[in-house]
Nanobody, 119 residues
Framework: VQLQASGGGLVQAGGSLRLSCAAS????????MGWFRQAPGKEREFVAG???????YYTDSVKGRFTISRDNAKNTVYLQMNSLKPEDTAVYYC??????????????WGQGTQVTVSS
């Protein structure tokens, strides 16, 4: 499976961005999908996941602000990010997981897209 993330950029605190991740080369509905992020000097962390059936999972710091969704007809997963904070600044990666519904143990990774939130 190949994953291509897009949609990152520079935004002011309180603003919004929508990330997209297009998948190819596999059966999209066979994978749970997730978003992870890595800030400078920190380890990569789980942000959000969506199961094959649409159940969603979030890390506590983004609950109520971020929404993950998937469009199986377009083989694409999205991350709508609202009320962005400077601490959301990171490289965001999409990922595909064959076995875990919450997408926390991915088998495939996209290339990452930079999100920068200015204060």
């Amino acid at each position: 499976v190949q994953l291509q993330a897009s949609g990152g950029g520079l935004v002011q605190a309180g603003g919004s961005l929508r990330l997209s991740c297009a998948a190819s080369g596999g059966t999209f509905t066979s994978y749970s999908m997730g978003w992870f992020r890595q800030a400078p000097g920190k380890e990569r962390e789980f942000v959000a996941g969506i199961s094959w059936g649409g159940t969603t999972y979030y890390t506590d710091s983004v609950k109520g602000r971020f929404t993950i969704s998937r469009d199986n007809a377009k083989n694409t997963v999205y991350l709508q990010m609202n009320s962005l904070k400077p601490e959301d600044t990171a490289v965001y990666y999409c990922a595909a997981d064959r076995y875990s519904a919450n997408a926390r143990s991915p088998d495939y990774w996209g290339q990452g897209t930079q999100v920068t939130v200015s204060s």
